[in-house]
């Protein structure tokens, strides 16, 4: 059974000296842990007690966090089955601070500290919905606020989670016929989509708003009642998006009911993309590209009208747009990305729309690394928890490199950060008897068993070698 352990070393060693100890854990040092703890101290911890309701119906005098941080920490471990979150924080720094820990009575210490069914049991009380908002509401208004974070540029983009194709067990995913592999032909696929609004914070940026459906939901369908509702978007703020999420009706919305302006590419069959890269040959005013040799940009102006309307929007609703024609010259090819920002110059529109690939990025680390596809469970729910659980952990190790104890690390990766990381051993063992646990140095618990009677040195002996 899950048992949630407070720390009371004086306890501990009263109850060790009587001749009960129930497990004994080696604390070692880990950049993980050391993210937790800075998460602790900075009250980032808190915040997702705030934001996703507790729905425990007894034993609520124990801190919701620690069962968030230890699952968030597991992921970021790239430990991604229910039965490692308990294990996941080992530095006795961060279970000191913390006040607690988990750990399993049932006497099957060597497998695991955790029983999957009692987390199982725990996250039944929630549905998908449920911990996806969980995100959206602890991030948007208890941590941003709390750092006092206000990005005015966003990312907005799709990703594909997909599962296997042949498992039709996965709660709510469906089949998409859109995918095309690397020679171009349709492919099918089956899983879940995930829609992220990334906001850009200084040099980094945070996952601020996300929303979760089904593989075969259209990019736009599924982040459209996200672009006109967010909190994250506020008016005189910067929309970056990609080719899928072209409407007239949002761009003119965001602009003229939220003061939102748009950054997004237009496609090559568009009749405004072929007008755009006519004008540019006619007024012949082209520049370099500062960040490209090869490049050439050109502002053409007045693009609005040629946007193809809507049969749902009056004309004189549609508001103007400009665009930057970039004339790829080893290539003689073109590619056109519009704004509804008309005091952009061309260097203006391509040095904001270059932004965008910094959310791609996110999604190669998320999955590559961060294990975002690797689920472990078919339920729908659990599914949303590793979702959520590891989107939670990203965003930890961006906060901590914004924040001083991490500032030397900004710039890089966690998994570059992890494979040069070396851990080791503190000196610390962490002892658990019942509900309780406490820490001690290696030079107590020889003292400990220096003057522990014969069958407390036999019982102490015996769990320091099983670690």
């Known amino acids: 059974m899950l048992k949630v352990c407070r720390n009371d070393k004086e306890s501990v060693l009263e109850q060790v000296r009587s001749g009960k100890i129930d497990a004994v854990a080696l604390s070692t040092t880990n950049l993980v842990d050391d993210i937790i703890h800075v998460m602790h101290t900075s009250g980032v911890l808190d915040c997702l007690t705030s934001g996703i ?5 007894h034993n609520t005098t124990v801190p919701y966090s620690i069962i968030w941080a230890s699952a968030i920490a597991a992921k970021m471990k790239v430990h991604t089955s229910l039965t490692d979150i308990p294990n996941a924080i080992t530095d006795h720094r961060v279970l000191g601070a913390l006040g607690y820990s988990l750990y399993d009575d049932s006497g099957n210490i060597g497998e695991s500290l955790m029983n999957e069914g009692s987390i199982r049991f725990l996250l039944g009380k929630y549905n998908s919905d449920d911990l996806i908002e969980g995100y959206n509401q602890t991030v948007q208004k208890h941590i941003m606020p709390k750092l006092d974070m206000i990005p005015n540029i966003h990312i907005l983009d799709c990703t594909d989670l997909e599962v296997n194709f042949s498992n039709q067990n996965y709660e709510g995913s469906e089949i998409s016929y859109s995918k095309r592999t690397k020679d171009g032909a349709l ?21 601020e708003d996300i929303r979760f459906g089904s593989l075969n939901t259209h990019d736009l369908t599924l982040s459209k009642e996200m672009l006109m509702t967010s909190p994250m978007l506020k008016s005189g703020d910067i929309l970056i998006n990609d080719r899928g999420f072209l409407s007239r009706e949002v761009i003119n919305y965001l602009k003229t009911e939220r003061n939102i302006d748009t950054y997004v590419p237009l496609k090559k069959g568009m009749v405004s993309f072929q007008i755009a890269v006519q004008a540019a040959k006619v007024q012949n005013k082209w520049s370099k590209n500062p960040k490209y040799n090869r490049q050439q940009i050109s502002l053409i102006t007045g693009l609005g009208e040629y946007w193809p309307f809507e049969e749902k929007i009056p004309e004189a609703a549609n508001v103007p747009i400009n665009g930057c024609v970039i004339w790829y010259e080893d290539t003689d090819s073109y590619a056109v990305i519009v704004t509804t920002d008309l005091d952009q110059s061309a260097k203006g529109i391509i040095d904001t729309y270059c932004l965008r690939p910094e959310i791609e990025e996110d999604y190669r680390q998320l999955k590559d690394f961060w294990k975002l596809e690797d689920f472990k469970s078919t339920k729908l729910n659990l599914i949303a928890f590793h979702i959520v659980c590891v989107l939670f ?3 930890f190790f961006q906060l901590y490199t914004m924040l001083p104890d991490g ?3 900004s710039g890089k990766s966690l998994p570059v950060l992890l494979k040069r990381y070396q851990a080791k051993a503190q000196g610390h063992i962490v002892i658990y008897v019942d509900d309780l646990f406490g820490v001690f140095t290696l030079f107590e618990v020889l003292e400990l068993y220096a003057n522990a009677p014969n069958n407390v040195k036999a019982l102490l002996g015996e769990k320091v070698n099983m670690i």
């Open 53 to 57: 309701q507790d729905r425990r119906s």
């Open 187 to 207: 492919a099918k696929g089956r899983g879940y989509k995930l829609a992220t609004l990334r906001g850009i914070v200084g040099d980094s940026g945070i996952i």
């Open 393 to 395: 952990g990203y965003l």
């Open 407 to 409: 500032a030397e690390f």
